[in-house]
């Protein structure tokens, strides 16, 4: 049963978060033979003020 956690900064539209949940799920699928009713997608969108970078806070670039 394959678990995979994508964190984001900022917020993601329910069009990319559905791409990006059928992409992962395919990719095991094809490379690791997982079957995609096993498998788990999370999606945290971390708000660029939680996220730093290089020193900064994202939300101030």
Partial sequence: MPYVNVKVAGELTKEQKQKIV???TKLLEEVAGKPPSA???VIEE???DNWGK???L???K
């Fill in 39 to 41: 498998t788990y997608v």
């Fill in 22 to 24: 059928e992409g992962i």
């Fill in 54 to 56: 290089g020193g900064k």
């Fill in 46 to 48: 971390v708000s660029r």
């Fill in 58 to 60: 994202l939300s101030d």
